[in-house]
């Protein structure tokens, strides 16, 4: 019984070890993949953007989308602005995401006007914003890094992985650089995977 308690505890040992080893290696490439993101140069960000905006639109999966479920990129992200603008204008219904404590939820928006600063200031839908409540939404997804097969390194928060094992059902569409492709992420058991990732350069489906 001796024996078996004390390799039980040296497995826990490993295991928390292989875990913070994880997580050191998360950080590394958020760290890395930050900075890249911030010295784009602001024109080749506007050349990458439209590439991505042209590739999103020509989706089959988006044309056939009633809902799609996006967020407001921050400055240095691949930009979804003039995405939202374009869905809005062909008569999609677009939620964006607000923050609520540990989760996260929907919104429908019409216009930009609705939007305030939110958590991690990014802009969010305003409290007169009805709650969205299509379980097969295209989401959009943000990221920091990913892989051509799907695994998706985010900022940290967790809200998009807790938000897709409460509602599994979404065809994710991850939006991303080029340089943000990686051959392999480091990932832990609650991480999520996208089903696509669009970058300037090409889509990478997972299914």
């Known amino acids: 019984m001796w024996g078996i308690q004390k390799a039980e505890r040296k497995e826990g ?4 070890s292989r875990i913070q080893e994880t997580r050191m290696e998360k950080a590394e490439i958020r760290k890395n993949l930050k900075k890249q993101l911030k010295a784009v140069p602001e024109e080749k960000r506007k050349e990458w953007d439209r590439m991505l905006l042209r590739r999103v639109l020509s989706l089959p999966q988006m044309e056939h989308a009633a809902w799609v479920y996006g ?25 964006l995401p607000r923050v609520l404590g540990e989760e996260m939820d929907f919104f429908e928006i019409h216009s930009f006007s609705e939007l305030s600063e939110g958590a991690w200031h990014i802009l969010e839908p305003g409290m007169e914003c009805p709650r969205a409540s299509s379980a097969d939404a295209l989401l959009l997804v943000p990221g920091l890094a990913f892989t051509p097969g799907g695994d998706r390194l985010g900022k940290g928060g967790g809200y998009y992985d ?15 650089y080029d340089f943000q492709l990686m051959e392999r ?18 889509s990478y489906s997972r299914k």
């Open 185 to 202: 992420l480091p990932s832990e058991i609650h991480d999520k995977t996208v089903d696509m990732v669009v970058t300037p350069g090409g």
């Open 13 to 16: 040992r490993m295991e928390e």
């Open 162 to 176: 807790r938000f897709l094992t409460r509602e599994p059902n979404h065809m994710t569409v991850a939006l991303a």
């Open 71 to 95: 967020y407001m990129a921050l400055p240095w992200e691949a930009g979804t602005r003039e995405l939202l603008l374009a869905l809005l204008e062909r008569g999609k219904r677009v939620a």
